[in-house]
Nanobody
Framework: QVQPVESGGGLVQPGDSLRLACEFG????????MAWFRQSPGNEREFVAVILPNSGLTSYADSVKGRFTISGDNAKSTATLQMNSLKVEDTAVYYC??????????????????WGQGTQVIVSS
């Protein structure tokens, strides 16, 4: 599989939850650093969350810390972003990114070599 496939976007109200999924890599999924980035109209792409291979260590942007959780499921070759307490400012296209054994600069989009098409998240009352 050469491109991550995202799913789970949609329209929700402030305070609601949403779960995004990213399938990629098949049997090699466990060797990939998986991350989520987002981009809203008029803004640059920004880092959201990352999960490192093997250790499963995670890191988050300050804007989502405590509300979003990234996890990985090797059996399903899927990285999941659980988004709780959503805010209007979370509205964006969310992109899944992957790179094998990336352990540095993972908050920078240019460090990743596989990107999904993106899934739209709209938070609006």
């Amino acid at each position: 599989q050469v491109q991550p496939v995202e799913s789970g976007g949609g329209l929700v109200q402030p305070g609601d939850s949403l779960r995004l999924a990213c399938e990629f890599g098949g049997s090699t999924f466990g060797s990939y650093t998986m991350a989520w980035f987002r981009q809203s109209p008029g803004n640059e792409r920004e880092f959201v969350a990352v999960i490192l291979p093997n250790s499963g260590l995670t890191s988050y942007a300050d804007s989502v810390k405590g509300r979003f959780t990234i996890s990985g499921d090797n059996a399903k070759s899927t990285a999941t972003l659980q988004m709780n307490s959503l805010k209007v400012e979370d509205t964006a296209v969310y992109y899944c990114a992957a790179r094998m054994n990336l352990y540095a600069r993972w908050s920078r989009g240019e460090a990743f070599d596989h990107w999904g098409q993106g899934t739209q998240v709209i938070v609006s009352s």
